[in-house]
């Protein structure tokens, strides 16, 4: 199997697993990014045969469609889209106001509306593709962040529009939703609370919390023939986050799981 495959967001935690499995599997990976040294070093450590790196803010409508302008003329066009570029500003209400609100929603939603556009055209035109969004759990519940949360909660109605709307052109489009993943921007948390991660997994009932190739996975799968009836879809790659609640439950039952 070689496609070409656009990566956003991808120097990132999740983007590093995602062009690296890609690659793996035989396909070109456009790898894009606002960071312009973070795909450079892309390029440099997985090689500049198989991988285009390209510099463009997901916010930026005009920048994200010129660079995948530039990544097709010099790779082909794109067989699968992963919407990944994200990330969150305001904790809490609190601690949102409009600017952040602006940036978070800009970055999430209006980001992944900016890249489906890019390669939406050429996908019907040659009536087939795969889009795979990364959303979050924050999409499916409150869980903190509520402007990145909204955004992500848009990222789910967004995708059952793109499966109805894009199906009958031979076109997928699923969603990926993980919870905690162990990616770099947990670093400096990590550092001031090292057991972070293993208070955390109480929530989580299979006790663990998802690595980037956990995520890299998924999308791998939802973006593969093995898929090719699955559209539509939003997976939680969560752990068990989404299934229930386990301590609420030991606590209303008074018998411990």
């Given at each position: 199997?070689s496609?070409?495959v656009?990566?956003?967001?991808a120097?990132?935690?999740?983007?590093?697993?995602?062009?690296?499995?890609f690659l793996?599997?035989?396909?070109?990976?456009?790898?894009?990014?606002?960071?312009?040294?973070?795909?450079?070093?892309?390029?440099?450590?997985?090689?500049?045969a198989?991988?285009?790196?390209?510099?463009?803010d997901?916010?930026?409508?005009a920048?994200?469609?010129?660079?995948?302008?530039?990544?097709?003329?010099?790779?082909?066009?794109?067989?699968?889209a992963v919407?990944?570029?994200?990330?969150?500003?305001?904790?809490?209400?609190?601690?949102?106001d409009?600017a952040?609100w602006?940036?978070?929603?800009?970055?999430n939603?209006?980001?992944?509306?900016?890249?489906?556009?890019?390669?939406?055209?050429?996908?019907?035109?040659?009536?087939?593709?795969?889009?795979?969004?990364?959303?979050?759990?924050?999409?499916?519940?409150?869980l903190?962040?509520?402007?990145?949360?909204?955004?992500?909660?848009?990222?789910?109605?967004?995708?059952k529009?793109?499966?109805m709307?894009?199906?009958?052109?031979?076109?997928?489009?699923n969603?990926?939703?993980?919870?905690t993943?162990?990616?770099?921007?947990?670093?400096?948390?990590?550092?001031?609370?090292?057991?972070i991660?293993?208070?955390?997994?109480k929530?989580?009932?299979?006790?663990?919390?998802?690595?980037?190739?956990?995520i890299?996975?998924?999308?791998?799968?939802?973006?593969?023939?093995?898929?090719?009836?699955?559209?539509g879809v939003?997976?939680?790659?969560?752990?068990?986050l989404m299934a229930?609640?386990?301590?609420?439950?030991?606590?209303?039952?008074?018998?411990?799981?």
């Amino acid at each position: 199997m070689s496609r070409v495959v656009l990566v956003t967001g991808a120097s990132g935690g999740i983007g590093r697993a995602l062009c690296k499995r890609f690659l793996e599997a035989g396909d070109t990976v456009l790898a894009l990014d606002r960071d312009e040294a973070g795909v450079q070093q892309l390029a440099s450590e997985f090689g500049a045969a198989r991988l285009e790196p390209l510099a463009a803010d997901v916010s930026d409508e005009a920048a994200v469609a010129g660079a995948v302008a530039r990544g097709v003329a010099a790779r082909g066009p794109v067989d699968v889209a992963v919407a990944n570029a994200g990330g969150a500003l305001g904790t809490t209400l609190a601690h949102t106001d409009a600017a952040s609100w602006r940036r978070d929603i800009d970055l999430n939603l209006n980001g992944a509306y900016y890249t489906v556009e890019a390669v939406r055209a050429s996908m019907i035109e040659r009536r087939r593709g795969a889009l795979v969004l990364i959303g979050s759990v924050n999409g499916l519940t409150s869980l903190g962040h509520p402007a990145y949360s909204a955004a992500k909660a848009g990222l789910v109605s967004y995708t059952k529009a793109l499966a109805m709307e894009l199906g009958p052109h031979g076109i997928r489009a699923n969603i990926v939703c993980p919870g905690t993943v162990k990616t770099p921007a947990w670093r400096a948390r990590v550092e001031q609370h090292p057991k972070i991660f293993e208070e955390l997994s109480k929530w989580y009932p299979l006790g663990d919390v998802a690595t980037p190739e956990d995520i890299a996975d998924a999308v791998q799968f939802l973006a593969s023939p093995q898929a090719r009836v699955i559209t539509g879809v939003a997976l939680p790659v969560d752990a068990g986050l989404m299934a229930g609640n386990r301590q609420m439950a030991n606590e209303l039952t008074l018998d411990p799981y």
